[in-house]
């Protein structure tokens, strides 16, 4: 009973001064739908962002991208709203959670198409603002096509040209040479010793025949016997002349034979399986090699430009069709309902504090 009594006496309090909770209340709801009334509508345009990049690396960090636009567009300033200067704003920039390539754009205006503007602003910004990354990408990855390009020419036409040369002077110079010169040891060297030791020989011979007739030929006068050993010492100089002239032939011949020669065959052969074979190895291998290694590189560096990407608006950009602060009647409901509430409150107040 005390309870109901109490609440009563509240009811009482107040309805003694309705007029007062009635005006109060009046006042401010009136004041609210006054305004909201007044308060140009303003829309709100979203957009989703997704951030460019190459070989997989973004063109900016999204956090540093997202700083550097709030900065250039005074996100989060409280000065930057709108009134009859300031048409548009951009109301936040907000990255995507678990998602590091994208970014939401906000932008607001007292009319849908100045808020789709400025959100184009702030794309095309950012387009260009790291297209000069995409284009010395472009641009560095096109010079090293053709400098590949250009690797692969010189070595078709100048290096394999080169090592032709060089296949063709060892065949046609320096082996024909070599070959020459063992035909010229063997048929001119060779043959003129062995006609010069034949003709040594046959000499041999007929100073031996010259020495046998002397020594059967018997004398018995002193000055015939004189000559006779003089012409056998003649003869047996000759014939030891003769001698050592076929010997150093002959060591001259074997001389040519197993060092002049066999030298120049070692060399032809070194030639043939060295110099020659290397040369041939290099141009049906590793030159082949060579150029199959550039063109995968012209490969990969083609594939690098399949494998970029500009900052791109991702699907479409969403336009309200009502204002964001659209909501007159909750406004002015809960505009009546506090008031009303604070209206009380100050009326139960005053009453407690008067009574003190």
Do not use: C
Not at 28 to 39: A, D, G, H, P, R
Not at 223 to 246: E, G, H, M, P
Not at 264 to 274: D, R, V
Not at 298 to 309: A, P
């Amino acid at each position: 009973m005390e309870e109901e009594f109490d609440l009563r006496d509240l009811f009482k309090i107040i309805w003694a001064k309705k007029l007062i909770v009635i005006l109060f209340t009046s006042i401010i709801t009136l004041s609210m739908l006054i305004y909201v009334n007044l308060k140009k509508p303003i829309y709100e345009v979203k957009s989703v962002v997704k951030i460019g990049h190459i070989n997989n690396i973004l063109l900016e960090n999204k956090k540093v991208l997202i700083q550097k636009l709030k900065l250039i567009y005074n996100v989060g300033n409280n000065k930057k709203t709108l009134n009859k200067d300031v048409k548009a704003i951009v109301s936040a920039i907000e990255p995507i959670k678990d998602l590091n390539n994208f970014v939401v754009i906000y932008t607001q205006a007292y009319s849908n198409p100045e808020a789709l503007k400025l959100n184009n602003h702030v794309i095309n910004y950012i387009k260009n603002e790291y297209k000069y990354k995409i284009d010395s990408f472009i641009l560095k990855t096109n010079t090293s096509i053709k400098n590949l390009q250009l690797s692969i020419k010189n070595i078709e036409v100048f290096e394999k040209e080169k090592i032709n040369r060089d296949i063709k002077k060892l065949k046609e110079q320096t082996i024909v040479k070599l070959d020459d010169r063992i035909k010229f040891y063997q048929n001119v060297e060779i043959k003129s010793i062995n006609d010069k030791i034949n003709f040594y020989n046959k000499k041999f011979v007929e100073y031996e025949k010259n020495i046998e007739m002397l020594v059967k030929k018997t004398t018995s006068n002193n000055t015939n016997a004189i000559l006779k050993n003089i012409q056998l010492s003649n003869i047996q100089s000759l014939v030891l002349d003769i001698q050592n002239k076929i010997s150093d032939l002959k060591k001259s011949r074997k001389e040519i034979l197993q060092i002049n020669i066999k030298k120049l065959k070692i060399e032809k052969e070194y030639i043939l399986m060295e110099n020659l074979r290397d040369l041939e190895n290099k141009l049906l291998v590793r030159i082949p090699n060579k150029i199959n290694k550039l063109k995968d590189s012209i490969v990969l560096e083609e594939l690098k430009l399949e494998n970029f990407e500009n900052t791109i608006l991702v699907g479409e950009q969403v336009l309200n069709s009502k204002p964001i602060n659209s909501e007159k009647t909750l406004r002015v409901l809960v505009s009546f309902i506090l008031s009303l509430i604070f209206s009380i409150f100050f009326v139960l107040f005053y009453y407690f504090i008067k009574r003190q």
